[in-house]
């Protein structure tokens, strides 16, 4: 327990000289928004996940078997997007290759923008959820985890996806002192899965209230604190920068 605390306290605030920088905490925010967000397209937008792409390639092969309740389009459509966010978050990925803080910095800021059309387009909507609604947000939404998915494989720290548990959770079982291994990053691996877990708790009930547009809110200064804060942090070009 001991050790676990302890790793989840260099995460959260990561000693001097550590190779990763602020990276750590700033990749939990953009976890947190993951949770929310699928949170909002899964239950909102139609049984469709925006960040995790395994859920809708299972989708789609459900409903082409007549399974209630899901679109073949609309995991498609989702996947699609996400294919095009990820393609342009490798792109800059490439430009930005040598500067990993302004990597995060400009990815973030480009998804929040595209996160801030999102929420003014379910504002405007006002609750009626069109199919026009339902697809514009399905794709503004895929389009931005797929590029912060991108960036975040780029930048390589470990246990820090922000879009996907599945491996982490597996590292907590199959690496762990009962399963004989050395069970390293116990406390990051169990934030990770916690922070995810709580934005989806939030944005479930957001929108199970009624405030879909405000759960897409308050993503906005989420995603800003991450772009801001490793701007300033990089600046000068630390050691955690290069990749």
Not at 50 to 77: I, K
Not at 89 to 108: E, K, Q, T
Not at 140 to 147: D, E
């Amino acid at each position: 327990m001991r050790a676990l605390l302890t790793d989840a306290y260099r995460t959260l605030v990561p000693p001097r000289g550590e190779r990763h920088g602020p990276l750590p905490p700033l990749l939990l925010v953009l976890t947190l928004v993951t949770g929310l967000t699928d949170a909002v397209s899964f239950l909102a937008l139609g049984r469709v996940f925006v960040a995790n792409m395994t859920g809708n390639v299972v989708f789609m092969g459900f409903s082409l078997v007549g399974a209630p309740g899901l679109s073949t389009l609309a995991s498609g459509a989702a996947v699609a997007a996400f294919l095009l966010g990820a393609l342009a978050g490798g792109r800059l990925s490439v430009r930005l290759a040598a500067h990993r803080g302004r990597l995060l910095s400009r990815a973030s800021a480009a998804q929040a923008v595209l996160f801030a059309v999102a929420a003014v387009v379910a504002a405007a909507a006002g609750g009626r959820m069109t199919t026009g609604v339902q697809y514009a947000l399905i794709v503004l939404l895929s389009l931005g985890m797929g590029l912060q998915n991108a960036v975040a494989r780029r930048l390589g720290v470990p246990d820090l996806t922000t879009t996907v548990l599945t491996l982490t959770l597996t590292g907590l079982a199959a690496d762990s002192t009962a399963a004989g291994g050395a069970a390293p990053r116990p406390g990051r691996r169990v934030l990770a899965v916690l922070v995810m877990f709580l934005g989806a708790l939030g944005g479930a009930r957001l929108v199970l209230d009624g405030r879909l547009a405000l759960a897409l809110a308050l993503t906005l200064p989420l995603l800003g604190c991450v772009a801001v804060l490793a701007h300033r942090f990089s600046a000068g070009g630390p050691a955690w920068t290069r990749p």
